[in-house]
């Protein structure tokens, strides 16, 4: 690890009035989740299309509910990791910390951070597709399949493809990027939008910006800095060293 290079880029944060992050899967890899695309990522084995869509959960609800249930008891079995633990303690130190995640596992939350900004929804949020009533469950498994107060069926409250992102969350993440003077993207493959393209619209706002990953990206070209390696033992030393 390049110490010099670390005590830079930790400086810069520590100096940084506007910092942000934004995750993806790799930064709860080291808990246990599997990531998406990467060797043993879920999208290697299951078809996103039979499974996360809107059309797939309108064909066969069961099935993609069954599948929902296996995610929820892999992510119910595992614990933060070092990389959430050391990003709740940054917004602990430093307010104005923006935390972005396209991780629908809870783990950030569950590691202390309370203004976590979920664009891609949570694993553990029931959407009602007859009133669109929101609500929390964390039943593993939970019963396949259920049902809203108002008798509708209800869905996972994620984003699944082709779906628009919840617009508040978006709006408060866009919003981060156009200010921030920092942005660190742990954990992700860059490839998914409109979450890349948070790092370009930071970039014009002219933050520095820091790419934690175990390997190479399409972001990773237009990065101030790269630190290739875990994020589990890269983050704690840029926050808390
Ligand atoms: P991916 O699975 O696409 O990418 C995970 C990234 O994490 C890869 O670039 C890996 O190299 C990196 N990685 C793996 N282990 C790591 C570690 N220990 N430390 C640091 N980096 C590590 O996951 P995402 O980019 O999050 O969308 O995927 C984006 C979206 O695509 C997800 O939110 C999901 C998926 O379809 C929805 O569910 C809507």
């Known amino acids: 690890m390049d110490t010099h290079k670390i005590k830079m880029i930790r400086e810069r944060l520590a100096a940084s009035s ?29 078809k996103p299309e039979d499974l996360a869509t809107p059309e797939a959960f309108e064909r066969d609800p069961y099935l993609v509910w069954e599948w929902y249930n296996f995610r929820r008891e892999k992510i119910a079995s595992v614990s933060p990791n070092p990389a959430h633990y050391a990003l709740a ?26 203004n976590v900004l979920e664009i891609h929804g949570s694993i553990w949020a029931l959407r009602c597709t007859a009133c669109g009533n929101s609500s929390e469950n964390r039943d593993v498994p ?6 809203c107060t108002c008798g509708g069926l209800l869905r996972p409250g994620v984003v699944w493809f082709g779906e628009t992102l919840p617009e508040d969350t978006m709006n408060a993440a866009f919003e ?11 954990g992700t493959s ?31 070209d237009i990065m101030d800095e790269r630190l290739e390696g ?12």
């Open 176 to 186: 981060a990027a156009e200010k921030a003077d920092f942005m660190m993207v742990a």
């Open 89 to 114: 303690g940054l917004e602990a130190s430093k307010p104005a910390f923006t935390l972005i995640t396209q991780n629908v596992d809870g783990l950030h939350c569950l590691a202390g951070s309370r």
């Open 230 to 241: 875990r994020a589990g033992e890269i983050l704690p030393l840029i926050i808390t060293a």
């Open 142 to 147: 939970i019963e396949i399949l259920p049902r």
């Open 190 to 220: 860059g490839v998914v939008q409109p979450a890349a393209s948070l790092v370009s619209v930071a970039k014009r706002a002219g933050a520095f910006t820091v790419e934690i990953n175990t390997d190479a990206t399409p972001l990773s």
């Open 18 to 46: 506007a910092p942000v992050a934004l995750t993806g899967a790799g930064v709860s890899a080291e808990s246990g989740v599997p990531t998406f695309r990467g060797p043993g990522g879920l999208w290697k084995t299951y």
